[in-house]
T-cell receptor, first 112, second 115 residues
Framework: DTTVKQNPRYKLARVGKPVNLICSQT?????MYWYQKKPNQAPKLLLF???????READTFEKFQSSRPNNSFCSLYIGSAGLEYSAMYLC???????????FGPGTRLTVL | GEQVEQLPSSLIVQEGASVLINCSYT??????FPWYKQEPGKRLQFIID?????ERKQTQRLTLLFDKKTKHLSLHITATQPGDSAIYFC??????????????FGIGTLLSVKP
């Protein structure tokens, strides 16, 4: 099974409220990633977990948090959603090193 | 930081034609260049990659060329089919050792293949 799953597929949130997105994979991959994709823009890496080590990109460091309670699951947490967070959020996983990333279907977040 | 640019942003071809998608990057430390495609309504899917110690890689109807000097890649798709219609993304990554790869993506090239 090479599927990466994401829940929910669609999320509506109010400005100022928290948002929690979930990703799972059953490929026993070491690394899990979160990307943000806005229309007509490139997918942008937000953070990734290598095993239990979280790496957050410098320009989004304070905006997103994540947890990885076990190898299979990874969450993306927004403490206080703003309008600018409306986007597609893509989760991916890969084995160690320079390897193919397997993507989930994405969660479309709309902040109102 | 690294920037990845793709051209053209879109193209429309007749079935059976060949297409060329160009990609350039800025960081000479980048060593790994995977390409992904996203068909309408579907997830991003890996299609081909190349490393900086190679100049050419081919798989089925895809040929990926890499020029380290000019920091340029080109993806050649032959005998296109309507099923090739998708957004094609170029990406680049440095070598971060065993901790995974931080992909910097281009904005994508929308390919439409008309039957």
């Amino acid at each position: 099974d090479t599927t990466v799953k994401q829940n929910p597929r669609y999320k509506l949130a109010r400005v100022g409220k928290p948002v929690n997105l979930i990703c799972s994979q059953t490929m026993n991959h070491d690394t899990m990633y979160w990307y943000q994709k806005k229309p007509n823009q490139a997918p942008k890496l937000l953070l990734f977990y290598y095993d239990k080590i979280l790496n957050r990109e410098a320009d989004t460091f304070e905006k997103f948090q994540s947890s990885r309670p076990n190898n299979s699951f990874c969450s993306l947490y927004i403490g206080s959603a703003g309008l600018e967070y409306s986007a597609m959020y893509l989760c991916a996983s890969s084995r160690t090193g320079l390897a193919e990333q397997f993507f989930g279907p994405g969660t479309r977040l709309t902040v109102l | 930081g690294e920037q990845v640019e793709q051209l053209p942003s879109s193209l429309i071809v007749q079935e059976g034609a060949s297409v060329l998608i160009n990609c350039s990057y800025t960081d000479s430390a980048s060593v790994y260049f995977p390409w992904y495609k996203q068909e309408p309504g579907k997830r991003l899917q890996f299609i081909i990659d190349i490393r900086s110690n190679m100049e050419r890689k081919q798989t089925q109807r895809l040929t990926l060329l890499f020029d380290k000097k000019t920091k340029h890649l080109s993806l050649h798709i032959t005998a296109t089919q309507p099923g090739d219609s998708a957004i094609y993304f170029c990406s680049a990554s440095k070598n971060y050792g065993s901790s995974g790869n931080k992909l910097i993506f281009g904005i994508g090239t929308l390919l439409s293949v008309k039957p």
